[in-house]
C-alpha cells in the first residue's frame, strides 16, 4: 500500500455526487480541494485499517471494493458490510478514535483521504458540508437497521434477494446496469454478512436459477425478474 501525495480535485471528480455534497460554491469547494488532497492505493486482500488502528481519517471510495468485517469472540469472522466506489469508509473510529473493524479491499482499490478533524472543521463552517456528513451518518443507521431486519425476521430467500436488489440498485446509481453485476464478494462473505451457512448461500443462488429468477456464471450475476425477486422480500407486493 503506498500514499500518493497527488491533487484529487473533488470539484472534477465524476463521484463528487455520491460522497460529497453539491451546492458547494467555488471558494468553499477549493478549501474542500485542499483538504482531500491525497490517494492512497491498497491491494486487494490488504487492509485500509484494522480493529484497533488510531482513528484519523475518512475515506472515500474512489475506485474497487470493500468489506468490513469484525472478530467473533469464538474467532470468527463476521462481515458487516459491503462499500463500493463513492461510499464513506471509517465512521465507525469517530466514537472512540479507534477504528472498530477491519476494512479489507475485496479488489485493488483506491480511496481518497479525508482527515476528520479538517473536515469537521469545514462542517463547522460550510452548513452545506455538515448537513452531508450528518446524512452520511444516519444512511449508516438506517443501513444498521435493514440488516437487523434481514438477520432477525427474513427467512433464506428473502435475505438473499434483498440483498442482490440493494447490492444492484447502489451499482446502478453509479452508471452500471439495472440488471447484471459482478459480485466482488465470495459466497462465504455473502453468507457471513446475511448469517446464512455457506451451503444455505450456495442452494438459494441454485434455487433462483432453477426458478428462471436470476442467471449465475462464476462470479456473474443477471437478473432476469426482478419483480420476482421483490416479491420474495415483500409478498404483498403486486406485479
Known amino acids: 500500500m503506498d500514499i500518493q501525495s497527488i491533487k484529487v480535485a473533488c470539484s472534477s471528480c465524476n463521484l463528487r455526487e455520491l460522497c ?46 470493500f468489506k468490513t468485517c469484525v472478530t467473533t469472540a469464538d474467532g470468527r469472522d ?76 427474513m427467512r433464506a430467500e428473502e435475505r438473499l434477494a434483498a440483498f442482490l436488489l440493494n447490492l444492484v440498485q447502489r451499482l446502478h446509481a453509479r452508471g452500471f446496469s439495472q440488471s447484471e453485476l459482478v459480485l466482488r464478494m465470495t459466497r462465504e462473505e455473502i453468507g457471513s454478512y446475511l448469517g446464512m451457512k455457506l451451503e444455505t448461500v450456495s442452494r438459494t443462488f441454485s434455487k433462483f436459477v432453477e426458478e428462471g429468477i436470476i442467471e449465475v456464471k462464476q462470479r456473474y450475476v443477471h437478473i432476469k425478474d426482478t419483480e420476482a425477486l421483490k416479491l420474495i422480500v415483500n409478498p404483498q407486493t403486486c406485479r
Open 20 to 65: 460529497l455534497p453539491m451546492g458547494l460554491n467555488p471558494n468553499e469547494m477549493d478549501k474542500l480541494d485542499n483538504v482531500i488532497s491525497a490517494r492512497r492505493r491498497v491491494k486487494r486482500g490488504s487492509a485500509l485499517f484494522n480493529t484497533g488502528d488510531k482513528f484519523t481519517s475518512l475515506y472515500a471510495v474512489r475506485s474497487g471494493f
Open 78 to 153: 463476521q462481515v458487516t458490510g459491503f462499500q463500493m466506489t463513492g461510499e464513506i469508509i471509517g465512521l465507525d473510529g469517530i466514537v472512540s478514535d479507534r477504528h472498530s473493524c477491519d476494512a479489507i479491499a475485496l479488489e485493488d482499490a483506491e480511496v481518497c483521504i479525508m482527515p476528520f478533524d479538517q473536515v469537521e472543521e469545514l462542517s463547522r463552517e460550510f452548513t452545506t458540508l455538515q448537513h452531508h456528513v450528518h446524512k452520511i451518518m444516519s444512511r449508516e443507521i438506517v443501513r444498521d437497521h435493514s440488516v437487523m431486519l434481514l438477520l432477525g425476521s
